[in-house]
């Protein structure tokens, strides 16, 4: 299998592990970590957003049923994002990649909007404070020289001590290739890979995540082949005391690539955001344009399922706008119900 076509089969796996009027106050997105969030964007028949609808234009169904919207924000209310980059060893000589993806997002933001850069690999690091777009200035960001280490989940985890007094929604936007350590330590020990519903410390992660109530994108590269996934490949490993005592996994390598995109992707679902993945790294910059005309344009809603049971099954969503010849795109069709939610 190309690595190409491992990164084609994470979605397909994916899909068949989930079977995937007046101004709101900013104060309506303090919710309880039971609520579904959903970001939705409405356009018209010519394809423009749509952004004068108002809380009594949406309809939320889980499974068919209707369901009470908790809360509801307007695609004009302010938002803060967090853009935050993997600095790990896989990033050497992205740096340009990773400043024009920043910039590009920069460009396309609102001016009520706010940003705030950081980096990540074994330390989590301020690149850029809080801080809105002025008269089209830019301000300077640099990057740190990459490290021996990815802390994708703990980087996250806790993020909301970090937002300090933003107001408003906010949003996080991770560039990563979402191999991280922790799980990489776990899959070595075991001499495999658990399934995401069996793994108790992403478990736990995904339960802070969820009461975070912050959509998580993710610009999700290549694994660097070099480093940590040719060792899984390698007779070194399979030949190590340390694989013997485990799983014995035959396809070790493939399954570690595979189980963390499988754990993004289910980031961005608990959260409310989504993956998306450039065919080349030249095309980061475009996907940031892209989330930053998403996140300009887009409704978050919110809603308590009125049968909150932990049944462990899949549930579908469906957002309606009452408006007629309007096209609703929501960030979220269905979730598994459980305790991570």
Not at 58 to 67: A, L, N, P, R, S
Not at 135 to 153: E, I, K, L
Not at 245 to 261: H, K, N, Y
Request: proline share 4%; hydrophobic share 40%; aromatic share 10%.
């Amino acid at each position: 299998m190309t690595y190409r076509h491992l990164l084609k089969f994470c979605t397909v796996a994916l899909l068949g592990a989930i079977h995937l009027s007046a101004q709101e106050p900013a104060l309506q997105l303090k919710v309880d970590s039971a609520v579904v969030p959903i970001e939705v964007i409405v356009k018209d028949a010519n394809g423009r957003p749509v952004l004068d609808l108002t809380r009594d234009d949406f309809q939320i169904y889980e499974d068919d049923k209707v369901q009470k919207t908790s809360y509801f924000a307007l695609a004009d209310t302010p938002r803060s994002t967090m853009l935050i980059f993997d600095r790990s060893g896989s990033a050497e000589k992205q740096d340009p990649f990773m400043l024009g993806a920043i910039k590009v997002f920069m460009q396309t933001m609102r001016s009520t909007d706010r940003v705030a850069v950081f980096s990540f690999a074994r330390e989590f690091e301020v690149r850029l404070k809080w801080q809105g777009i002025v008269n089209g200035q830019q301000p300077r960001v640099s990057m740190p020289p990459p490290q021996d280490w990815s802390g994708v989940y703990s980087s996250i985890d806790g993020v909301g001590r970090w937002f300090g007094k933003e107001k408003g929604r906010k949003a996080i936007i991770m560039l990563t290739d979402g191999n991280d350590s922790e799980f990489y330590s776990d899959v070595r020990r075991l001499g495999g890979v658990l399934d995401i519903a069996k793994d108790s410390l992403f478990q736990g992660y995904l339960k802070n995540f969820r009461k975070q109530k912050v959509p998580v994108y993710f610009v999700a590269l290549d694994p660097d082949l070099r480093a940590e996934f040719a060792y899984l490949q390698s007779s070194e490993y399979r030949g190590s005391n340390e694989y013997l005592r485990g799983i014995r996994s035959p396809s070790i390598a493939e399954d570690f690539v595979i189980g963390a995109r499988l754990r993004i992707e289910k980031i961005a679902e608990v959260t409310g955001g989504r993956v998306v993945v450039p065919t080349h790294i030249a095309d980061v910059a475009a996907e940031y344009a892209k989330i930053a005309r998403e996140l300009g344009t887009s409704y978050s809603l919110g809603y308590a399922p009125s049968n909150a049971a932990s049944d462990g099954k899949y549930h579908r969503i469906e957002v309606r706008v009452i408006r007629p010849g309007v096209e609703v795109t929501q960030s979220r069709y269905g979730y598994q119900r459980n305790s991570s939610g």
